[in-house]
């Protein structure tokens, strides 16, 4: 299914604007991660991923929110057609992460859930943050919307697994199996917390 009245073609020409969105935030977040590793001899971000929304999801999501699958109303209500994941190795180096984002003069925070520090109730952790990236083109500056995500290693390999389950079950899982997702969250949750406190403890010894 595509968004109607839209040709694919059409749809990744709308696009183009949030990959050039993605590539600027790519090339931000490796200069910071750059300049953690000079000036604090640190290296927060282990790993990034960034991803543009298909024409068929955009369009199923639209439809569940009860809008009409159009381009416009892609761009208006949906704030995740394009996305970047960024991995660290510690709950510390996310909200370092954080703050440099708040700090940047070219990037504008429009929302931000702190889901670490407030967990949802199936145990999910991750902070998101939903900011505006002006990106310059022939016809001059389009600010445009781009959805951050920064995990842990630990939180991203439970989410990934987590979804995969949920996904063969068509999101109708099973009570027992759900409570046992949440439990593995917490014991995840822990092992953040232990390894962080273990990194801060090998600092004292440097």
């Not at 159009?70 to 991995?87: C, F, K, S, W």
Request: one cysteine or more; aromatic letters at 10%.
């Amino acid at each position: 299914m595509l968004i109607e009245s839209m040709t694919a073609k059409q749809y990744r020409e709308k696009m183009y604007l949030y990959g050039s969105a993605l590539k600027i935030i790519n090339t931000k977040f490796e200069i910071i991660n750059e300049d953690f590793n000079i000036m604090r001899k640190a290296n927060p971000i282990e790993s990034m991923k960034s991803r543009l929304k298909s024409a068929e999801s955009a369009a199923a999501k639209l439809i569940r929110k009860g809008y009409e699958p159009t381009i416009e109303n892609a761009v208006q209500y949906l704030d995740d057609l394009a996305g970047m994941r960024i991995i660290c190795g510690f709950t510390e180096d996310i909200f370092s992460l954080v703050d440099v984002v708040h700090k940047q003069s070219d990037l504008k925070v429009l929302k931000v859930k702190d889901y670490i520090t407030h967990p949802k109730k199936n145990g999910y952790r991750s902070y998101h943050m939903l900011v505006k990236v002006p990106v310059r083109t022939s016809d001059g500056i389009s600010e445009t919307k781009a959805e951050i995500q920064i995990r842990t290693i630990a939180m991203d390999f439970w989410a990934s697994l987590e979804h995969k389950i949920r996904y063969k079950f068509e999101g109708r899982i099973p009570e027992e199996l759900n409570f046992e997702l949440v439990e593995c969250a917490d014991i995840v949750a822990y092992l953040d917390h232990k390894m962080l406190s273990l990194n801060n403890e090998m600092k004292k010894y440097k």
